[in-house]
């Protein structure tokens, strides 16, 4: 069965960094999309980054150009690396395999892992 852990949530101050990881089990890794969304109180879960199998990206206009998202197929792990951190980029952050379409966003598939809080102070 897909298994999915997150870890590297923190709290940081504004403008610092952190870098999340995800360890993918029970899956062709290589073969899959992924992604990472994160969800705010009184928010629906949004889309922050996705990776395709080969290796296209998406990002959220809201953080374009501050955060990266890669993988790394030998470890079945996909990466975010969050630079200049905002109090607005506060949120539990899930990673989930994601499938891409032509006309939207990529969408998460279930399950999801249990997610990471990451806290930006002001």
């Known amino acids: 069965q897909v298994q999915l852990v997150e870890s590297g949530g923190d709290l940081v101050q504004a403008g610092g960094s952190l870098r999340l990881s995800c360890v993918a089990s029970g899956t062709i890794f290589s073969i899959n999309a992924m992604g990472w969304y994160r969800q705010s109180p009184g928010k629906q879960r949004e889309l922050v980054a996705a990776?395709?199998?080969?290796?296209?990206?998406n990002y959220a206009d809201s953080v374009k150009g501050r955060f990266t998202i890669s993988r790394d197929n030998a470890k079945n792990t996909v990466y975010l690396q969050m630079n200049s951190l905002k109090p607005t980029d506060t949120a539990v952050y899930y990673c989930?395999?994601?499938?891409?379409?032509?006309?939207?966003?990529?969408?998460?598939?279930?399950?999801w892992g249990q997610g990471t809080q990451v806290t930006v102070s002001s």
């Open positions: 989930s395999r994601a499938r891409y379409y032509s006309d939207r966003p990529p969408l998460p598939c279930d399950p």
């Open positions: 990776i395709s199998s080969s290796g296209r990206t």
